[in-house]
């Protein structure tokens, strides 16, 4: 069915530097991310909502190589990706079926494919019987999920979301959890989150930014692994969360 | 393809679905029927189609159709711009209101004039920028973001805005040469800063620009502004070209998040 790809890897940056504002906020990262669900954790303030903006094209890196799909056309790169930002901003006054349709305007979808395009995505989030409500009418998670919709709305190849889970009860996050494993199938998921346990159970490999620098990938087995009983923490995986930021030693730290 | 066609037998058991055909029998039949139309329609025999749309045909009625919602957007218009743009429509009537009364500016000033090139200002700042449009970040990082985005915006702006400033000029008995030429320059001027600086400062910029060398001079000493001079035209028309050169130099600035606000 698809053609076949002409890159190796979906996501290639080679000591990239982004500022955000005055301060270099991703600091020389070389990362190479294919498909499958990557999760992007963090301290608040390393860089992962910088690095998320720079890979969806929004924020131009100050230096160092970033390419797409392996390079190509700025119009034609944006097509393939779906992205939700972390302040995820929406018109109230819309309704959920609008929104999804506006932003796949937005994306270029040709329009005969839209309203199924719409429908399908509105399901996949579960919100098929609001989507003719307003989004003023929602629920904090169901605004989540409205952004999920419209990044996932153009079946994109490169799938960046920023803190998805912010607001999700508890059994929205399982249901999200089996939604990112579907999509990673086939796409590149970058899922950036401050829930270790988000990622323990979800994701097929996990990549940790400490002050704008790669400190960590491998699969979260190997996280895990990188702790002892001594590190802080309440699951193996936390304590190896603790173990590779060094975190007792930060000064500062809490 | 094949000279050995699948017995009646086997292709009964694939047919059924039948979980224990052996591996490479099951493949064997597969990849046969894929190139034997023949076998195919030995198959598939002419009633089941019939048997289909009689299985299908009550569930139809229960499953629910995809409604054809008229779609409440509109590709030209910002979703963010219309209190704004329908702020802009206010202005246009308060200015003709002040002007019929002379209560502002005397007789000898015209507010619809004073006005003119603020409007736009605004319509743009609304349709283009971080703070004013909530789905900013978003929008930017679509495959239309950009300059034909931007102009379309802009257009429909002017749309909403000159239509209107025509009227109150038609009322207010003001000439249209006047204030075209400031409105144009202000509008594409909000564009051309905005891209160096972001849209929002730009409109902040241009409309403290407005109040001290237009709107301010008039409402103080009560004479017509001297930049809306038509004597001025070529300025204006040097600005407005001005101010397209850069916004087409510097393009690229609307495909990315104005960081510096």
């Known amino acids: ?254 | 393809m094949t000279a050995h066609h699948p017995t009646d037998q086997s292709l009964r058991r694939y047919e059924r679905g039948d979980d224990d055909i052996p591996a490479d029998e099951l493949w064997a039949v597969e990849s046969h029927l894929e190139n034997c139309a023949p076998c195919r329609a030995r198959l598939v025999p002419d009633p089941v189609a019939t048997a289909v749309w009689a299985e299908l045909q009550p569930a139809l009625d229960r499953t629910p159709q995809m409604p054809r919602a008229r779609r409440r957007w509109n590709g030209w218009f910002s979703p963010a711009a219309a209190p704004w743009l329908a702020m802009v429509v206010l202005v246009t009537a308060a200015a003709v209101a002040l002007d019929r009364l002379g209560l502002m500016a005397g007789e000898r000033v015209s507010v619809v004039l004073l006005v003119a090139p603020l409007l736009p200002v605004l319509g743009v700042a609304a349709s283009w920028s971080r703070a004013l449009d909530p789905a900013h970040e978003l929008v930017s990082a679509t495959p239309r973001a950009g300059l034909p985005l931007v102009f379309r915006r802009t257009a429909a702006v002017l749309a909403v805005v000159v239509p209107g400033l025509s009227l109150a000029g038609l009322v207010t008995g003001v000439g249209f040469t006047l204030w075209l030429l400031p409105c144009l320059a202000f509008t594409v001027g909000t564009l051309a800063l905005g891209t160096l600086v972001g849209i929002t400062r730009a409109a902040l910029a241009l409309t403290a620009a407005w109040a001290t060398a237009i709107a301010g001079p008039p409402l103080l000493f009560q004479r017509t502004p001297l930049l809306l001079d038509t004597a001025l035209t070529p300025l204006w028309l040097a600005l407005l070209a001005a101010g397209l050169v850069v916004v087409v130099l510097r393009r690229m600035a609307f495909t990315r998040l104005e960081t510096n606000l």
Not at chain 1, 213 to 240: C, M, N, W, Y
């Open chain 1, 1 to 254: 069915m698809t053609a076949p790809t002409t890159y190796a890897w979906e996501i290639e940056a080679r000591e990239l530097r982004v500022k955000a504002g005055r301060r270099t906020a991703v600091d020389g990262v070389t990362l190479t991310l294919g498909r499958g669900v990557h999760g992007l954790l963090g301290p608040n303030g390393a860089g992962k909502t910088t690095l998320i903006r720079a890979l969806a094209t929004v924020v131009k890196p100050a230096s160092g190589t970033l390419s797409l799909f392996g390079g190509g056309d700025l119009r034609d790169v944006r097509a393939r990706i779906g992205y939700l930002p972390q302040d995820f901003g929406y018109y109230r006054r819309f309704t959920v079926r609008d929104f999804v349709s506006y932003v796949a305007w937005l994306k270029e979808m040709p329009s005969r494919d839209v309203p199924a395009a719409v429908q399908r995505a509105i399901d996949r989030v579960g919100l098929a019987e609001r989507a003719d409500d307003k989004l003023k009418s929602l629920s904090g998670g169901m605004i989540r999920r409205v952004g999920i919709a419209q990044a996932i709305v153009n079946d994109p190849e490169v799938l960046l979301l920023d803190e998805p889970t912010v607001g999700l009860d508890p059994m929205q996050r399982l249901r999200f959890r089996e939604l990112m494993a579907e999509l990673g199938a086939d796409a590149c998921v970058v899922v950036s989150t401050h829930l270790v346990e988000d990622v323990a159970a979800g994701c097929s490999d996990v990549v940790i930014l400490d002050r704008g620098k790669v400190v960590f990938q491998g699969t979260p087995a190997r996280l895990a692994a990188a702790g002892s009983g001594d590190h802080p923490g309440d699951s193996p995986i936390e304590r190896g969360y603790s173990a590779t930021l060094a975190l007792p030693d930060r000064p500062g730290s809490w």
